[in-house]
C-alpha cells in the first residue's frame, strides 16, 4: 500500500542548493536507508518529509491518512513527569479510546432510548475492535519491553525524566517513537548515543515491525541488518538500490561502471561524427554533413558519471617499534567500591590491529589512558616495548587549539622540516584544502575537526595510533577512507569504537570488556559474533535439554529422525507415478550419481556428527586464542555443512528415483 509519495522536491540555503527536483514514493513495510556525503540534506529532507520544514518546489503527500513521526534530537521533558509516564504518553490516544469506552459502556447502561442505545452500541464496537487490533491491554509490557531493550532499569521507571543524562533521554525520545508505531518512522541517526548490545536491540525490533521506516544513519552494519532498499543523496540526484548496504555498494559499482560505458560509448561516436561532419562539411558531402549535424543536434547527450568518493587519506612510514607493543598481565581497574575491569591479559604486537568494545561506563577510554600511562592500573602489570610514539584521538576531539587556524594547530614548532607546502599537502591528503585551512579550529565542522585531528598525528610521526571512536563524526565514505588507511599504515592500532563495521574491516585482535568479565578474541568483530552466537545455542540447548542422536536436521531445519526418513522413502514410493497403470510422466534427470538411499543417511549421520563436533570446538574460548586453528575449524565447519545440503538433495532425488 502507498503510504508517502514525493515529487520535484527542491530546497535551497543561502550557501546553494542542497537538492533539487527530488521524486520518490514509499510503501508500507518499506524500511529505506537514506545516505550520502555529510552537508548533502539528509537531515533536512527528514525535516520535509515530516512537514517541519518547507520545500522551495515540490511536495509530499500522504495517502491513506497515513501518520509520519520523525525522532526528535532534543529532548524538553516536564521535571515532573517519570519515565514510565513519558513513555506511556507514546499511547495517549489508546488511553483516551479507552477511557471513552467507559463512558460509552456508562451511557449504554443507562440509555432506554432505542435510536440511541443502536448510536451507541455501534460506537462501543468501534472502540472495542481499536482496542483490540491496537493491542491497547497489554500497554505496561510493550513499554517495559521497549525500555529494556534500549538500556533503562526497572529502579529507573519512577525516576524523574530530567535527572537522566541527555543521551538517556534522547534514548526515551527513542523509545516514545517506537511505542506511538506512526505508519512512517522517520528515524535519524537512531543508535547515536547506543553502545553495540542495545543496537543489536534495536536492530532486531525495526527489523519485525511492519511500519514503514526512512533511516538516515552512517552505521553500516546497523543498515545491513535493517533496511530493504537504500537511497543515496548526491548533490546531483538520488538514485534508489534495492536490499542492505552491502547490495547497495555492490550495485553502486556496477551501475557506475555501466554507466562509464555508455558515456565513452557516445562519446566516441560524437568524436566520430563530428571528424566525418569536418572531413565532409563542403562539396558533394555537404548534405551528408548537414544530416549528421542534425541527428548530433538531436542527441540526448549522456553526462559523465559521477562516484562519490572520499579523499584518500594516507599516514606515512614510521619508525620501526620493538617485536612486542603491549604486554598486559592481569591488569584490573577500580574507583572505590567500582570495579570496571579485572584480570585482563593480553600481548599486542608490532602492526596489529586491535579494537576494544563494551557498554558505557565499562571502562574503555580508561583502558586507553592505562596503556598511554596517564593513568594506573589497580593491580597486574603493563610493559611497553621499545622505540614507541603514542599518538592519541580522543573522542571529543579536543587536543586542537580552537583559536588557532587549522594549519597552525596541527603544526608542531619549532620544526624547520616542515613547511607550510608540506602542510598544506597533508592536509589535502585528510580532505582539508583551501580557504578551510586558514579558518579557526572552532569553525570546523565535526567531520573536519575529526580529520584535521588524525592528520595531526601524522606530523608526530606516531607509530602506535591510539583512536577513540574516531569514526563518530565522519560520513560513511570518509570513514572508509580512514579504513583503507589503517590498513596500509605499517604501525599498531588501538581503537575503542561502537563502529562494528569499521571494526570488522581493520581489527585482528579483539578485547570485549562486559560488566564483571573480560574477554580477549583473536580476530574481528565477525569472530566475536560467532563466538556469542554460539554460546547462546549452547545455554538454549542445556536449558532444552540436549537432542537425541537418532534425530536429524533436514535442509529447512526440521529435525526428523531415521524412522520418519523411511517413511518419507516408502511414502514417495507409493506416490510414484512409475507404480501406476497410467500415463507415467517422465522421470527427472538425475543430478547425482546413484547411491542407495541407506548410504546416503549414514553419510549425513556421520557429517553431522562431525558439524556437532565442530560446533562444540567453537563454543571452547581456547580456541580463541590460536587464530589458525581458528580459521581451519571455521572452514571445516563450513564445508561440512555444505556437504550435509547436498547430502540431503542427494537423498530427496535418490527416495524419488532408485
Not at 86 to 112: G, M, P, Y
Not at 267 to 296: D, F, N, P, T
Not at 458 to 480: F, K, M, R
Not at 525 to 537: G, V
Amino acid at each position: 500500500m502507498l503510504l508517502m509519495s514525493c515529487k520535484g522536491l527542491t530546497r535551497a540555503f543561502d550557501r546553494g542548493t542542497l537538492f533539487e527536483n527530488l521524486s520518490f514514493e514509499l510503501y508500507h513495510g518499506e524500511r529505506v536507508g537514506i545516505v550520502g556525503p555529510n552537508g548533502v540534506g539528509k537531515t533536512t529532507l527528514m525535516k520535509i518529509l515530516a512537514g517541519e520544514d518547507q520545500p522551495d518546489r515540490g511536495e509530499v503527500q500522504l495517502h491513506a491518512g497515513a501518520r509520519s513521526v520523525l525522532l526528535r534530537q532534543q529532548a524538553n521533558f516536564s521535571s515532573d513527569q517519570t519515565l514510565f509516564a513519558e513513555a506511556k504518553s507514546a499511547f495517549n490516544r489508546l488511553l483516551e479510546a479507552q477511557d471513552e469506552l467507559v463512558r460509552v459502556a456508562d451511557e449504554i447502561s443507562h440509555t432506554t432510548d432505542p435510536i440511541l442505545l443502536k448510536s451507541l452500541s455501534a460506537r462501543f464496537d468501534r472502540l472495542t475492535e481499536l482496542l483490540h487490533h491496537q493491542d491497547a491491554y497489554t500497554l505496561d509490557h510493550r513499554i517495559e519491553e521497549v525500555l529494556c531493550g534500549l538500556g533503562f532499569k526497572p529502579e529507573d521507571y519512577d525516576r524523574p525524566v530530567v535527572s537522566f543524562s541527555g543521551g538517556q533521554q534522547r534514548r526515551l525520545l527513542l523509545a516514545i517513537l517506537l511505542l506511538s508505531s506512526p505508519d512512517i518512522m522517520l528515524l535519524d541517526e537512531p543508535s547515536n548515543h547506543l553502545d553495540i548490545e542495545t543496537t543489536r536491540w534495536l536492530e532486531s525490533y525495526l527489523a519485525q515491525q511492519s511500519q514503514a521506516m526512512f533511516i538516515v544513519s552512517h552505521d553500516r552494519y546497523f543498515l545491513n541488518k535493517v533496511v530493504t532498499k537504500i537511497f543515496e543523496l548526491s548533490p546531483q540526484r538520488m538514485v534508489s538500490y534495492p536490499g542492505n548496504f552491502d547490495q547497495y555498494v555492490k550495485l553502486r559499482q556496477e551501475r557506475f561502471e555501466q554507466e562509464q560505458k555508455t558515456y565513452l560509448a557516445q562519446k566516441e561516436y560524437i568524436e566520430k561524427q563530428e571528424e566525418i561532419i569536418r572531413r565532409v562539411h563542403y562539396g558533394q558531402l555537404a548534405k551528408m554533413a548537414q544530416s549528421r549535424q542534425k541527428a548530433l543536434d538531436k542527441l540526448e547527450v549522456v553526462e559523465a558519471p559521477v562516484m562519490i568518493t572520499a579523499p584518500k587519506m594516507q599516514f606515512e612510514k614510521v619508525i620501526r617499534a620493538g617485536d612486542i607493543i603491549i604486554q598486559a598481565e592481569d591488569i584490573s581497574k577500580s574507583f572505590g567500591d567500582k570495579e570496571l575491569f579485572k584480570n585482563l591479559s593480553f600481548t599486542l604486537e608490532r602492526g596489529k590491529k586491535l579494537g576494544i568494545i563494551g557498554p558505557n561506563g565499562v571502562g574503555k577510554t580508561t583502558l586507553l589512558k592505562i596503556i598511554l600511562g596517564q593513568e594506573d592500573a589497580t593491580s597486574g602489570k603493563l610493559t611497553h616495548g621499545q622505540l614507541l610514539e603514542f599518538g592519541y584521538l580522543d573522542q571529543h576531539l579536543h587536543k586542537l587549539d580552537e583559536n588557532k587556524s587549522v594549519i597552525r594547530a596541527i603544526w608542531p614548532e619549532p620544526d624547520p622540516s616542515l613547511t607550510e607546502q608540506r602542510m598544506r599537502d597533508l592536509l589535502g591528503r585528510f580532505g582539508l584544502a583551501g580557504k578551510i585551512v586558514e579558518q579557526p579550529v572552532r569553525e570546523l565542522s565535526g567531520g573536519e575537526r575529526s580529520r584535521a585531528a588524525l592528520a595531526s598525528l601524522v606530523v608526530q610521526g606516531a607509530n602506535v595510533l591510539i583512536l577513540d571512536e574516531p569514526t563518530n563524526h565522519l560520513d560513511i565514505w570518509a570513514s572508509e577512507a580512514l579504513e583503507e588507511a589503517l590498513k596500509e599504515f605499517d604501525g599498531t592500532v588501538i581503537v575503542v569504537s561502537h563502529d562494528r563495521y569499521f571494526l570488522n574491516r581493520i581489527i585482528d585482535l579483539l578485547i570485549v570488556l562486559e560488566p564483571g568479565r573480560t574477554e580477549v578474541v583473536y580476530g574481528n568483530y565477525s569472530t566475536y559474533e560467532l563466538l556469542r552466537e554460539a554460546r547462546l545455542l549452547a545455554q538454549k540447548e542445556e536449558k532444552l535439554g540436549k537432542p537425541q542422536k537418532n534425530q536429524k536436521s533436514d535442509k529447512k531445519g526440521d529435525k526428523i529422525s531415521s524412522d520418519s526418513m523411511g517413511e518419507k522413502n516408502s511414502s514417495s514410493e507409493l506416490i510414484n507415478p512409475s507404480n501406476s497403470g497410467t500415463n507415467k510422466p517422465p522421470k527427472r534427470k538425475r543430478r547425482f550419481p546413484y547411491r542407495k538411499v541407506a548410504d546416503i543417511e549414514k553419510e549425513i549421520a556421520e557429517k553431522e556428527e562431525l558439524a556437532a563436533k565442530l560446533e562444540g570446538d567453537m563454543v571452547d574460548p581456547e580456541i580463541y586464542r590460536n587464530h589458525v586453528k581458528l580459521n581451519e575449524t571455521m572452514n571445516l565447519l563450513e564445508d561440512t555443512k555444505n556437504q550435509i545440503a547436498q547430502l540431503y538433495e542427494h537423498w530427496e532425488e535418490a527416495s524419488e528415483l532408485n
